[in-house]
């Protein structure tokens, strides 16, 4: 009895152990099968997305400017890019940049060339010449039209462009400037300018300040010189001769010219009316530049005897006196007016052999 029982229950645990290796083997089946399903979609994911990254990359290296896209191959789970690339278009790197492609997923194999491309040859011609601003070329149809401020030497190198680029037939540089500092130096000489003015460089325009003699304003303004593109502007130095006309304006008038008799100028009236003279050649220049014309009133008066009329023709024959002599010493006299001043009859006084000088500045700009 005893060894059936012993006999019966090793069956038993027999059985129970044969179970549990077929479960284990049927697990193991299992596992191995769904790790080769996980690998499978894997790989193939992997070749989808690979190949995805493949033409997104090669679409966009074609549209490109300055590349040449030869072949586009999958191998070792990376993208392998062949072409041509001018140095002058953008970095690989950045023509990816902002997509869903990893740089390390890319292998690019470019080889060097000029691309004739019209924003790749502006971008490389721009770089060459050293331009702060490469926007200032823009080549259409083998015309290269130039915009800005550039320097002798690299005008000289675009003057001479068409004769060694294949792109490029023609330059237009109508809309380009010497650079400011070569430009104000230029135009310094060719004006002869004095220290006291300065040229300042302001957009597209070079102002003119500072202090000059209005002889040396008015050719400037009169001279024709090449302003290398630039537009000159003289309003800054014209503007500041309106304190020294007015200046002279006022030492000016009233001063008074004595006669000794009849239309004879008294020997200290000769000498002050030299300096007058000059004073109001240099006044009608200021006024002239400024666009502010003169009045020159002469005042005179008789001597005081006999009648109005004769005293009147006595004043006036001063008055024309006086004109004739100015205008021998350059005043212009076109525009001078004649009056005699108040008249007392009665007696000689020959206080009132005298003509009397008034000047009065007309308006400027609307001032």
């Known amino acids: 009895l005893k060894a059936l029982l012993n006999e019966a229950l090793l069956e038993e645990v027999d059985t129970e152990a044969r179970n549990a290796s077929r479960f284990k083997f049927r697990f193991m089946w299992w596992a191995a099968g769904l790790l080769l399903a996980g690998f499978i979609l894997y790989s193939i994911f992997s070749h989808y997305r690979l190949s995805k990254d493949r033409d997104v990359a090669a679409s966009l290296f ?23 690339r001018d140095p002058a278009s953008v970095a690989p790197e950045q023509v990816i940049s902002g997509q869903d492609i990893s740089p390390d997923r890319i292998v690019f194999d470019f080889r060097p060339y000029q691309s004739l491309d019209e924003a790749i040859v502006t971008a490389r011609l721009g770089r060459q010449l050293g331009l702060n601003d490469p926007a200032s070329l823009e080549l259409e149809q083998g015309m290269l039209r130039v915009t800005g ?91 500041g001769l309106k304190p020294q006309l007015d200046a002279s304006l006022e030492r000016l008038n009233g001063q008074v010219f004595l006669f000794s008799s009849g239309t004879r100028l008294r020997e200290q009236s000769i000498d002050a009316l030299r300096d007058a003279a000059q004073q109001l050649v240099l006044a009608q220049q200021m006024a002239d530049i400024l666009g502010a014309p003169l009045k ?46 108040p008249w007392e009859g009665g007696g000689l006084n020959p206080e009132h052999r005298k003509v009397t000088l008034w000047v009065e500045r007309g308006e400027m700009n609307g001032q």
Not at 67 to 81: N, P
Not at 183 to 195: Q, Y
Request: charge should be negative; glycine fraction near 8%; aromatic fraction near 4%.
């Open 296 to 341: 020159l009133t002469l005042e005179g008066l008789g001597d005081g005897i006999d009648t109005f009329e004769k005293n009147r023709a006595v004043a006036q024959s001063r008055s024309d006196r006086l004109r004739d002599e100015l205008a021998s010493l350059g005043v212009d006299v076109d525009a001078v007016i004649h009056t005699m001043g």
């Open 149 to 239: 401020a550039l320097t002798s030497a690299q005008l000289k190198s675009l003057e001479e462009i068409p004769m060694i680029h294949p792109a490029i037939d023609e330059v237009d540089l109508e809309g380009s400037r010497l650079a400011p500092g070569e430009a104000t130096k230029w135009l310094r000489a060719a004006l002869n300018a004095p220290e006291s003015v300065r040229f300042l460089a302001d957009g597209n325009t070079i102002r003119v300040d500072g202090q000059a003699e209005s002889g040396w304003i008015k050719m400037a303004l009169e001279a024709s010189v090449d302003t290398q593109g630039w537009e000159l502007d003289f309003m800054p130095l014209v503007n």
């Open 62 to 84: 074609t549209a490109q400017a300055g590349y040449v896209v030869t072949s586009a191959d999958t191998k070792d789970g990376k993208v392998k890019l062949q072409g041509l």
